[in-house]
């Protein structure tokens, strides 16, 4: 599996909404086999959807984290310098898969002994940039979400014991915290079980969005934004 070339073909997807097989042979310079076994995959992962000759965009699935890099930055930055304070060091921490939840890696560098446990596979090269000891679940990837998820990431949880979580979401309502994917919703769930504690790192823009599957209510942990939080989102 190449990353590589599934973030290029969704970058061209992005752009172009549809593209052909013939035009990702020439642009990847790679066989028309190894084109199909892409497009398989990203479709598996729901970010495509195959057509003939090629694919589109599937307009209807959740953001891919490349798309997501780029918005609400600022915030996230924000987020993610608010979230270090809570880390001491010699804790062993738990860093969900998302963008919001990466932001918080560049505040890491300076916190001594500590252990990144993690389901991102994006966060690798940021945690191996700062020296950070790093155990990354094992499971299915996910590359729209740069996730590793399903019962061997499950799995893999159980083995660590984790002091502070950090999850991401995709909304948050009074009834609580959601998720597109219900694989994604399982490893947020089995983490909040573990940790001893546990934020939830959500700009702004989530707030009063329901998402497919709720993993999670207000009162399992604590909400880190870069503004104010609604009424409607505050635990009593």
Known sequence: MNVRR?????????????IKVQELMEKLNVSEATIRRDLNTLEKNGKIKRVHGGAVLNLSNEEDIISKKTIH?????????LASQYIKDGNTIYLDAGTTTEALIKF?????????VTNGI??????????IETYLLGGEAKFTTGATVGIGAIHSLRTY????????????????????????????????NRANQVYFLCDSSKFGKKSFVIFASLEDGKLITEGDIPNELTVQ
């Open 161 to 192: 014991n984790i002091d502070i979580a950090f999850i991401g979401t995709n909304g948050v309502t009074k009834e609580g915290y959601s998720t597109p994917d219900t694989k994604e919703a399982m490893i947020k769930s089995e983490v909040i």
């Open 6 to 18: 599934f973030d290029i073909i969704l970058k061209i997807l992005q752009t172009n909404k549809t």
């Open 122 to 131: 994006s966060h690798l090269e940021i945690l191996n940039r700062y020296g």
């Open 108 to 116: 890491l560098e300076y916190k001594k002994n500590i252990k990144v």
């Open 73 to 81: 930055s600022k915030a996230k930055e924000k987020i993610g310098k």
